[in-house]
């Protein structure tokens, strides 16, 4: 490895957010991409495992190994452009996600996947996880952003995917193979993403107190039903709340159902008022950031009540959320313990954390919520990914809802561009094919 150690380095133990552990032989910190194909070409040839990383927030250990080669890309961070007329802005990977929203925003543009680790997380990683977000329900999530890459491929060659165009139908679409590939098929060493205007409606804030839980699947339903197109469509439950106020001291009056923030422009107002149940506050200006900033600290609340927890990360169509609620609560109930939900609950995505303190029936909470996902004809993950923690479940939801061939496609591909099977391998499909 000593061809290697004219870039800086340095050899340390690290975990992720959820703390799933990485004990890599060296990391490496990249601050060009030539410098990244050096040391892939060096694992590809001595076939060294080799794992990228972004700020670590990742929590389905999508990151964790042993004995490889870390990647650590947070000094390839410089905004190279913003383009102003074509409507891109051009990023290094290690870019984090709050300087890139500043930098947009200077020029008046905006920028709309907010995943809640916005003010650590990176661009690399959260392209890499296909991340989400509260503005999701309106905006989707980062997949919908990227137009290009330009990515490193486990044999150390490098290629450029896609086109900073609104429209390109020139082959397959690869650029969106990569994004949410979770690293297992190359590091990305800069993306153009879509920017857009920044919107000149006046923005309000809603927030809902509600009587119990299953009261915010009926105001989400009669949401969709008035055709109303919320800006960002949250909830917490009022455990959630009440490790805000413990851990946080944000003053939330708390409520047995939880509390429903919706965002909302001006010209819906009205009709959003028209449909909710609950006790209602519109709020604009400073409260308004506050209680956005509050949503997007809760899973740091949540952690702090327990030493370790599961995050989990279901989808279910917005029609199945009174089932969907009502089996959460069932489960719950089997269990004697309480989930701390919080949910971007406008496009059916819910983050049921566990907390309980056996790792035997963690995991098998874990699935039994990742099994209403995939009954109820959702997806046991929206937006967190699948790492080493959802690969069983994976394979579950795609066996019974696209069938054992896509697994075959999605391997092949993962051993056409990895044929020496050195890029963060042993998790996400490659581990969800070995369930089949």
Not at 59 to 66: D, E, H, S, V, Y
Not at 89 to 112: C, H, M, N, T, W
Not at 284 to 313: C, H, M, N, P, W
Request: proline share 5%; hydrophobic share 40%; net charge negative.
């Amino acid at each position: 490895m000593e061809e290697l150690l004219d870039i800086e380095h340095s050899k340390e133990e690290r975990e992720d957010f959820a703390g799933y552990k990485i004990s890599p032989t060296m990391i490496f910190y990249p601050k060009n991409e030539s410098e990244v194909v050096r040391i892939v070409k060096y694992s590809y040839t001595h076939n060294i495992p080799v794992v990228p990383w972004g700020s670590g927030s990742s929590l389905t250990g999508a990151t964790a190994c042993k004995d490889c080669i870390l990647v650590d890309l947070s000094k390839m961070d410089k905004i190279l452009e913003i383009n102003d007329v074509d409507w891109y802005v051009r990023v290094q990977p290690g870019v984090k996600l709050i300087d890139l929203y500043e930098a947009v925003e200077s020029k008046g543009f905006f920028f709309p996947p907010d995943p809640a680790s916005f003010f650590l997380c990176t661009v690399g990683g959260a392209i890499s996880e296909g991340s989400g977000g509260m503005r999701g329900v309106k905006y989707g999530p980062f997949r919908e952003w990227v137009l290009s890459l330009r990515v490193v491929l486990p044999t150390g060659e490098v290629v450029k995917v896609g086109e900073p165009l609104r429209k390109n139908r020139a082959g397959y679409d690869l650029t969106h193979l990569f994004v949410g590939s979770e690293g297992t098929l190359g590091i990305i060493t800069e993306a153009w993403l879509r920017i857009i205007p920044k919107p000149r409606k006046k923005i309000y804030t809603v927030k809902v107190l509600l009587p119990d839980f299953s009261t915010v699947a009926e105001n989400i339903i009669g949401i969709r039903k008035a055709r109303i197109l919320p800006e960002f469509s949250e909830y917490i439950d009022a455990d959630v709340i009440r490790a805000l106020n413990k851990n946080l001291n944000a003053g939330l009056e708390e409520s047995e159902g939880g509390m429903l923030l919706i965002s909302i422009e001006e010209d819906q107002l009205q009709d959003l008022l028209k449909v909710l149940k609950g006790k209602v506050e519109v709020l604009e200006g400073d409260e308004a950031e506050r209680l956005y900033s509050l949503r997007s600290q809760a899973a740091i609340a949540v952690k702090a009540e327990t030493r370790t927890f599961y995050a989990e990360d279901i989808v279910v169509p917005i029609s199945k959320l009174p089932e969907a609620i009502s089996k959460l609560n069932e489960i719950a109930k089997k269990h004697n313990t309480k989930f701390y939900i919080i949910s971007h609950i406008g496009d059916g995505n819910l983050h049921p954390n566990i907390v309980v303190d056996d790792e035997k029936e963690k995991e098998e909470i874990f699935n039994e919520i990742a099994k209403v996902a995939i009954d109820l004809g959702g997806s046991v993950t929206g937006e967190h990914g699948v790492g080493i923690q959802k690969a069983k479940m994976m394979s579950e939801q795609i066996k019974s809802h696209n069938g054992e061939r896509v697994l075959d496609l999605m391997i092949g591909i993962k051993k056409m561009l990895d044929p020496k099977n050195i890029m963060n391998p042993d998790k996400y499909v490659e581990l969800a094919y070995k369930f089949k």
